[in-house]
């Protein structure tokens, strides 16, 4: 069945991403907790704190093709001014990762404690899957982020995140389509367009009211398509 193909494939790249981003966040609040010190007097982030969560960073991207780019936001509550990111990307195109070590002085308007998804992350105290959006910092592409929060000594001091950028779900979704003429539309559970092969509807935008059929509603996502031929999929 063409849609049981998509759930599964589907169900496996998120997951990986989930399952990827939950290990990076647990390992950086180790790596934290050991050295027994995250920040000096002035909010930044330890050169050699810093140097390790790249190499980790390399080392996911290295491992995870699916991935574009992972990394570390720091955040502080008593500065809420100050901010850092320690993050590593892959262009696209290239298999080699570029590193972004960045912070209030040089990127003033990437000021990320101003964005939803890190009030979300932070508030839920949980997982998150942000986008699609536009990344205009590193690929210019649409991405999908997957953001964990990490924690020391029961605070909150940051977000691990890892990116996976839109176009290469669409391949791995159209190959498992293969020649099946399915036309089908998937949506995150918060309600953005990641996948369509239908006219009308675009990646990034808010689904709109429509006579789809949701046939599935996963943790993940939700797909949909134009008639009930296939029966819904149970979860």
């Not at 850092?84 to 000021?111: F, G, M, T």
């Not at 932070?122 to 986008?131: A, I, R, V």
């Amino acid at each position: 069945m063409p849609l049981g193909k998509i759930k599964r494939k589907s169900e496996e790249s998120f997951s990986l991403i989930e399952k990827t981003t939950r290990e990076f966040s647990i390992t950086i609040s180790q790596m934290i907790s050991e050295s027994k010190k995250i920040v000096d007097i002035n909010l930044k982030l330890e050169k050699k704190i810093k140097e390790n969560m790249l190499f980790l960073a390399e080392k996911l991207l290295s491992q995870q093709d699916l991935l574009s780019g992972a990394g570390f936001a720091l955040y502080n509550e008593s500065t809420t001014r100050s901010w850092e990111i320690a993050w590593l990307y892959r262009p696209q195109s290239h298999r080699l990762a570029k590193n972004y070590c960045l912070n209030k002085a040089s990127q003033h308007l990437v000021d990320y404690q101003t964005f939803s998804w890190f009030s979300t992350v932070k508030e839920t105290k949980e997982g998150y899957l942000h986008g699609p959006y536009v990344d205009y910092v590193c690929n210019s592409t649409y991405t999908l982020t997957y953001l964990y929060p990490v924690y020391f000594d029961k605070q909150l001091i940051g977000v691990a995140a890892a990116d996976v950028m839109v176009g290469q779900l669409e391949r791995i979704l159209r190959d498992t389509l293969a020649n099946e003429r399915l036309p089908i539309v998937m949506t995150t559970p918060s309600g953005r367009i990641f996948f369509s092969n239908l006219p009308n509807y675009r990646v990034g935008e808010l689904k709109s009211r429509s006579a789809l059929i949701a046939h599935l509603r996963s943790q993940y996502f939700t797909l949909w398509d134009e008639d009930s031929e296939y029966g819904a999929i149970p979860p």
